[in-house]
């Protein structure tokens, strides 16, 4: 009986380190998926927001099918990164503040991020100003104002899924961050395309 007892705990043990190994364990509140997933999510939240406004306030089809295609995957991606939190019994929000989490990665001190002005909470996001700015603007002008304002936010949010890239090591984190990397270059690039189409400098 030790010995079948000794033989458990190995493998007990073994099956232990192999899910510490694997990321299988859940994350905790203070760590870099869980900041992520968070902050990601009210990142993409604006983006969803913008896409909204310029969506009622041009008939361009371009313009018109870039918003939706960000409406739909950044919402499904908001999904995705509220399932985790969801799963790994993790609060939505942090309340000892946004991009803590980066510590360490570019620059970012990991302390929490002060009020910023005008209600930018993040890099990248617009501010209330220039959101009431687009919700005014119509025809090209607001498809102009959108896509500076979008090619704003899409940096940021490359920064920060290539940040989740380098401090985590779960497959499912960073199989998103990848493909938002991806898809966010992608349309940086299609949105500085766009911007040349309507005669105005690239960003």
């Known amino acids: ?70 409406i739909n995957t950044q919402r499904a991606q908001i999904g995705m990164m509220t399932a985790w939190l969801d799963d790994w019994g993790l609060p939505q929000a942090d309340p000892a503040g946004r991009m803590r989490w980066m510590s360490g990665h570019a620059g970012h001190s990991g302390t929490a991020a002060p009020a910023a002005a005008d209600g930018a909470i993040m890099p990248g996001m617009a501010t209330r100003t220039q959101l009431a700015e687009l919700g005014r603007l119509s025809g090209k002008d607001a498809e102009v104002f959108y896509l500076r304002l979008m090619i704003a936010h899409h940096r940021a949010g490359v920064d ?44």
């Not at 310029?54 to 018109?64: E, I, S």
């Not at 940040?163 to 966010?184: I, K, N």
């Not at 940086?188 to 040349?196: F, K, S, V, Y």
């Open 160 to 203: 920060m899924a290539q940040a989740a890239l380098t401090l985590s090591r779960r497959p499912q984190v960073r199989r998103l961050a990848q493909t938002m990397v991806d898809g966010q270059k992608s349309e940086i690039a299609l949105m500085n395309t766009m911007l040349a189409e309507r005669g105005a400098a690239a960003r």
């Open 1 to 70: 009986m030790t010995v079948v007892l000794a033989v458990l705990v190995l493998i007990v043990a073994g099956a232990f380190v192999a899910l510490r190994a694997t990321g299988s364990d859940r994350p905790g509140t203070d760590s870099p998926e869980a900041g992520f997933a968070r902050d990601m999510s009210t990142h993409h939240s604006q983006a969803v927001e913008m896409s909204f406004i310029v969506r009622d306030r041009t008939k361009d089809a371009p313009t018109r099918l870039l918003a939706y295609d960000i």
